[in-house]
């Protein structure tokens, strides 16, 4: 029963895809068909020409607007900022905003200078120069690097001693390693000093602040949920206005609903009832196990579960006109081999793929 269900999904999958290339080709058909019609249509490349030239007269006006405005706020921020880029006169006490961008900067450089120290004061050390221990404060950090000192000098007497090029790959490898080890110490050396510390304490302030402030300002959310409210198409208005129940949003019980069957009373002053605002704070408009009859508008966003299917709008459309594709083969099908399954299934494809079209 298994591998007849795992044959069924492979060839419905192949119909699907069958069927995907052929809408595809269609499309590609209907494109080329009307730009060759429209080719040889002068009064359609006429209307044409005047609906891109008002188009764009509409777009200029707008984009003249914008900087016929905005002009006045470049010139400000310009003024402010060769301002502050002046250096104290002497005399003058307190940091102008570019004396402390210069600040930033000198503690941003200092940052890398450490960085790079650290690691060449632990190669140094690996390939024989002690005295750059000091540079490290970690007693087992200090150690180790001694210990790979030892062994990447050990390593060196072998790959000198050898004339056998595979053993000096082979040395040549672990010698590598050694310092690839180095690399690694350096690198946690720099992340545990005060420099690397504070940055990391700073970054991770500036984190916790946008959060903090995200939870406080729940009006920025708010606004944004209205605005897309308002500009939902006017058929959710419509469909609001009849009695909705929790279950028609695909509400469990422990979700608010009363479960499959329950009604509820119609909203007051066309509300949006209550369902619809479930996880309001998420953007998810509710859970829909119990199904969405309409779409309300584009990007509508929902949960979906395991098992369910979304259609696209033409099938949607196909279904409330309560009928489905009928593909009718005249003549007996035989199946001699699996090229006339691929055939078969192509010819399907096709077929349905015109009736969709036809049917909208």
Do not use: C
Not at 93 to 101: E, F
Not at 148 to 170: C, H, I, N, P, V
Not at 183 to 193: K, M, R
Not at 198 to 209: D, P, Y
């Amino acid at each position: 029963m298994e591998s007849f269900e795992k044959q069924d999904q492979a060839f419905q999958d192949y119909v699907k895809s069958q069927y995907d290339r052929v809408m595809q080709e269609q499309q590609a058909m209907l494109q080329r068909g009307t730009t060759l019609a429209a080719a040889g249509d002068e009064e359609y490349q006429a209307a044409m020409r005047g609906l891109e030239e008002a188009q764009n007269e509409l777009e200029k006006l707008m984009g003249q607007g914008f900087i016929d405005t905005r002009k006045d706020g470049i010139q400000a921020q310009k003024e402010w900022l060769e301002e502050q880029t002046k250096q104290k006169e002497e005399g003058e006490t307190g940091l102008g905003l570019g004396d402390a961008y210069g600040l930033i900067g000198s503690f941003q450089a200092s940052l890398e200078n450490d960085k790079e120290r650290l690691e060449r004061d632990a190669l140094s050390i690996v390939m024989g120069d002690g005295e750059k221990i000091s540079s490290y404060q970690d007693s087992a950090q200090r150690e180790r690097l001694e210990e790979l000192q030892a062994q990447y000098q050990a390593l060196e007497e072998q790959y000198g001693a050898t004339d056998s090029e595979e053993m000096q790959r082979k040395i040549g490898a672990k010698m590598g390693a050694l310092l690839a080890e180095a690399q690694i110490i350096a690198a946690n050396e720099y992340n545990a000093s005060e420099g690397a510390q504070l940055m990391q304490e700073s970054n991770l302030a500036l984190v916790q602040g946008i959060r903090d402030d995200s939870v406080l300002q729940k009006e920025y959310y708010n606004a944004g949920y209205t605005m897309g409210e308002e500009f939902s198409q006017g058929i959710l208005a419509a469909r609001m206005e009849n009695a909705f129940s929790p279950v028609d949003y695909g509400l469990a019980p422990e979700e608010g609903g009363a479960g499959i069957g329950s009604a509820t009373s119609e909203p007051e002053n066309n509300a949006i009832p209550s369902a619809y605002k479930v996880k309001a704070d998420s953007g998810i408009h509710g859970r829909y196990a119990y199904g969405l009859d309409y779409v309300p508008y584009d990007n509508f966003p929902a949960l979906l579960h395991q098992g369910e299917r979304v259609l696209t709008a033409s099938q949607a459309r196909s279904a409330d006109r309560g009928g489905g594709v009928n593909v009718t083969f005249s003549g007996p099908v035989t199946v001699r081999e699996e090229a006339d399954l691929d055939r078969l299934a192509a010819k399907l494809a096709e077929k349905v793929a015109r009736a969709a079209l036809l049917r909208g």
